[in-house]
């Protein structure tokens, strides 16, 4: 897993969807949870996926209709180090963006 390099509210809003979920979620999800834009959100998933932080699959439900969906959920690594970047964000005084170490 690599560490991410620059880690703004849009990252900690998406890291917080994913963590609070206990289940994969799809991107349109995500959007309405964070309230940001698709072109916002959909890049920084591929970034956390790139960087190991994620995985995703297609959702192959066959009842559903309408187009496939691909689903996101992070990794283990990517799960400890989104509850540290979360609880670090969450914390008084905090600059607006932390640095990873």
């Known amino acids: 897993m690599e560490p991410l390099g620059r880690i703004?509210?849009?990252?900690?809003?998406?890291?917080?969807?994913?963590?609070?979920?206990?289940?994969?979620?799809?991107?349109?999800e995500v959007?309405?949870?964070t309230g940001r834009p698709s072109g916002s959100v959909y890049p920084l998933l591929d970034r956390l996926e790139r960087a190991g932080w994620v995985?995703?699959?297609w959702?192959?439900?066959?009842?559903?209709?309408?187009?496939?969906?691909?689903?996101y959920v992070l990794t283990p690594d990517g799960a400890r180090e989104a509850v540290k970047v979360c609880a670090r964000r969450s914390r008084p005084g905090h600059p607006t963006r932390p640095e990873v170490t």
Do not use: F, N, Y
């Open 59 to 71: 959702d192959d439900e066959a009842e559903r209709r309408g187009p496939r969906r691909r689903v």
């Open 8 to 28: 703004g509210r849009a990252t900690v809003d998406v890291l917080g969807v994913l963590l609070d979920s206990d289940r994969p979620r799809w991107g349109l």
């Open 31 to 33: 959007i309405k949870a």
């Open 55 to 57: 995985t995703s699959t």
